[in-house]
């Protein structure tokens, strides 16, 4: 069984310029979650899919930020324009209900210059 | 605030030595709690979980935690390390409600000595 994949694994990008991360979950996997990692910080939780319809979007930083996961498929997080802060570790989860287990991605690697 | 404390950020051991990592909590019920795990280029691997029973809980890989309610900790420990322990770990919370919002500690990243 395939994990969570993620892509790119590492994007370097200018300020001002757009990018989308790719995430698939598991399949079958209902739930998506996105997180965040700021160099030398914490994990953050930035938003949770059900399915195709987003269930807490309450992580997201600001309004730069849009995360779509049509089909309930996979899911893409897009950033535009993305800014110097937005650097980071974006890691995708998902499970296949909310109390089991879930499984992380390795994360793609953004870097805005 | 609902956070996760590991005041660690770096510890380095010697291979066969023991290991203890820290994390503290502060949260307003029992939470359910974790430690993940993640090597270079992988992505987060759950060690083990403790969501009520017993306080000791064991792991993967020999890892084990001890939830302490009195001290608001879950330390996790390894009674000999192997150098491919060498990663960064990961201490969490998650509301007992079910969801998987999750809030991490900000990580301790262990180095083994050969």
């Known amino acids: 069984e395939a994990g969570v994949t993620q892509f790119p694994s590492h994007s370097v990008i200018e300020k001002g310029q757009t990018v989308t991360l790719r995430c698939d979950p598991i399949?079958?996997?209902?739930?998506l979650y996105w997180y965040r990692r700021v160099m030398g910080k914490e994990i953050k939780f930035l938003l949770h899919?059900?399915?195709?319809?987003?269930?807490?979007e309450s992580g997201m930083p600001n309004n730069r930020f849009l995360a779509e996961r049509t089909g309930g498929t996979y899911s893409t997080l897009k950033v535009q324009p993305a800014e110097l802060e937005d650097s980071g570790v974006y890691f995708c989860?998902?499970?296949?209900?909310?109390?089991?287990?879930?499984?992380f991605g390795p994360g793609t690697r953004l870097t805005v210059t | 605030a609902q956070s996760v404390t590991q005041p660690d950020i770096h510890i380095t051991v010697s291979e066969g030595a023991s290991l203890e990592l820290r994390c503290n909590y502060s949260?307003?019920?029992?939470?359910?709690l974790f430690w993940y795990v993640q090597s270079p280029g992988q992505g987060l691997q759950l060690l083990l979980k403790?969501?009520?029973?017993?306080?000791l809980v064991q792991g993967i890989k020999g890892f084990e935690a001890e939830f302490k309610r009195s001290q608001s900790s879950f330390n996790l420990r390894k009674p000999s390390v192997h150098w491919s322990d060498a990663a960064e770990y990961f201490c969490?919370?998650?509301?007992?409600?079910?969801?998987?919002?999750?809030?991490f500690g900000t990580g301790t990243r262990l180095k083994v000595l050969a």
């Open positions: 989860a998902s499970s296949q209900d909310q109390r089991g287990k879930v499984d």
């Open positions: 399949s079958g996997h209902d739930n």
């Open positions: 899919f059900v399915k195709e319809s987003k269930q807490d």
């Open positions: 949260y307003g019920a029992t939470p359910y």
């Open positions: 403790y969501f009520s029973g017993d306080t």
């Open positions: 969490a919370v998650g509301d007992p409600s079910g969801t998987y919002k999750y809030i």
